[in-house]
């Protein structure tokens, strides 16, 4: 598996930072949440004039062999079929990146089906999805770590066509109940408090995926404290690749729009590797998902949007986009308080 260096943002613009933004007509505080995003982007790119560049949405697909245990609502052919439904433009996410001009990609990371060559789908299946983790680990550490890596290189390759700004997003039946295990491990808490409903499993669906979990944790030996074995025993394909994915869009300095519930399992996987990710991440909603609450909480982050979605694929990144670009937008385009001729002395106290 590749090393990821992840070089924290220089904390000496802060300053600069802050003045420029301090300096704007306006109250001093008075865009709120816009000027913490404002800050975040400008110690990223290390600049006062912050840009976003060809804005990418990547949604990272694969089958989880615990689905045949009934812990979803839906069959396992549902990941295929919505692959099929993002290349043909008619998936959620699809229409929130037409809307603000997110151009978007979608990954076979080891789904069970052979799609037939596409524009817009990138092949990096590792398997035709992973094996049941209540029979044993869901994959072997090698193809963990493949798929890291394979993770990792999709951002490269995106990062090579100049973004700068990325988000990630997902499809996988069973997919909640990897994360929930993932939660499980690393926050430290028990398969009651990390499951949730998912794609809306009644009460007996919901006690399943807590078998699932408790299952999983009596045949596989858990050690949080290496998060690539975790990763490998309970974790799915597309939650790895996110996983390498997110830690190379840090390594390389790029803004990383993290969604909802899986994805930031994934997101919480990278931040066990290399904490410094976070640094790089901007948190774009608040699942409905239980679990989610308890991840962020977990990381002391907070998501900027809060609007009751659990559908994954990378939606709620993409409605949060334009608040990013509005944030850029007014520390660039907003005139000072010189500028425009209007008294400071409110700011200066």
């Known amino acids: 598996?590749?090393?990821?260096?992840?070089?924290?943002?220089?904390?000496?613009?802060?300053?600069?930072?802050?003045?420029?933004?301090?300096?704007?007509?306006k109250p001093l505080g008075a865009l709120g949440e816009l000027e913490t995003l404002a800050k975040k982007v400008c110690l990223v790119q290390n600049t006062l004039s912050?840009?976003?560049?060809?804005?990418?949405?990547?949604?990272?697909?694969?089958?989880?062999?615990?689905?045949?245990?009934?812990?979803?609502?839906?069959?396992?052919?549902?990941?295929?079929?919505?692959?099929?439904?993002?290349?043909?433009?008619?998936?959620?996410?699809?229409?929130?990146?037409?809307?603000?001009?997110?151009?978007?990609?979608?990954?076979?990371?080891?789904?069970?089906?052979?799609?037939?060559?596409?524009?817009?789908?990138?092949?990096?299946?590792?398997?035709?999805?992973?094996?049941?983790?209540m029979q044993g680990p869901s994959m072997s550490q090698a193809q963990c770590e493949e798929a890291i890596d394979k993770g990792a290189e999709v951002v490269e390759n995106i990062a090579g066509e100049g973004c700068n700004i990325i988000g990630f997003g997902e499809m996988g039946i069973g997919n909640t109940t990897a994360a929930s295990a993932?939660?499980?491990?690393?926050?430290?808490?028990?398969?009651?408090?990390?499951?949730?409903?998912?794609?809306?499993?009644?009460?007996?669906?919901?006690?399943?995926?807590?078998?699932?979990?408790?299952?999983?944790?009596?045949?596989?030996?858990?050690?949080?404290?290496?998060?690539?074995?975790?990763?490998?025993?309970?974790?799915?394909?597309?939650?790895?690749?996110?996983?390498?994915?997110?830690?190379?869009?840090?390594?390389?300095?790029?803004?990383?729009?993290?969604?909802?519930?899986?994805?930031?399992?994934?997101f919480l996987t990278a931040y066990q590797i290399n904490p410094l990710v976070k640094d790089f991440a901007v948190f774009c909603h608040h699942s409905d998902e239980g679990g989610h609450a308890k991840m962020l909480k977990y990381m002391d982050v907070r998501a900027i949007l809060h609007l009751s979605l659990r559908l994954g694929e990378g939606t709620g990144a993409a409605l949060a986009y334009p608040l990013v670009q509005s944030?850029?937008?007014?520390?660039?385009?907003?005139?000072s308080f010189e500028d425009a001729g209007v008294s400071d002395e409110g700011v200066k106290g």
């Not at 598996?1 to 704007?24: T, Y």
């Not at 299952?215 to 996983?243: H, R, W």
């Open 327 to 335: 944030a850029v937008n007014f520390v660039n385009e907003m005139s």
């Open 50 to 133: 912050p840009e976003l560049k060809k804005p990418n949405m990547v949604v990272f697909a694969a089958d989880h062999g615990v689905a045949a245990e009934g812990v979803s609502l839906f069959p396992q052919e549902v990941t295929f079929q919505m692959v099929m439904n993002f290349l043909a433009g008619g998936a959620a996410i699809n229409v929130f990146c037409r809307q603000h001009g997110i151009e978007m990609k979608v990954v076979d990371a080891g789904v069970k089906f052979d799609f037939e060559k596409n524009d817009l789908l990138i092949d990096t299946k590792i398997a035709q999805g992973t094996a049941s983790f």
């Open 182 to 266: 993932l939660l499980s491990a690393f926050v430290g808490i028990s398969p009651e408090e990390s499951v949730g409903r998912g794609t809306g499993v009644d009460d007996a669906g919901l006690q399943r995926k807590i078998n699932a979990l408790k299952k999983a944790f009596e045949v596989n030996e858990i050690n949080p404290s290496n998060p690539v074995d975790t990763l490998a025993k309970v974790g799915g394909f597309e939650i790895a690749q996110m996983t390498g994915a997110m830690l190379q869009a840090a390594s390389m300095g790029m803004v990383i729009l993290v969604d909802g519930f899986i994805a930031t399992s994934a």
């Open 1 to 25: 598996m590749r090393e990821f260096l992840i070089n924290k943002p220089d904390q000496a613009l802060l300053p600069k930072i802050q003045h420029k933004i301090d300096f704007k007509t």
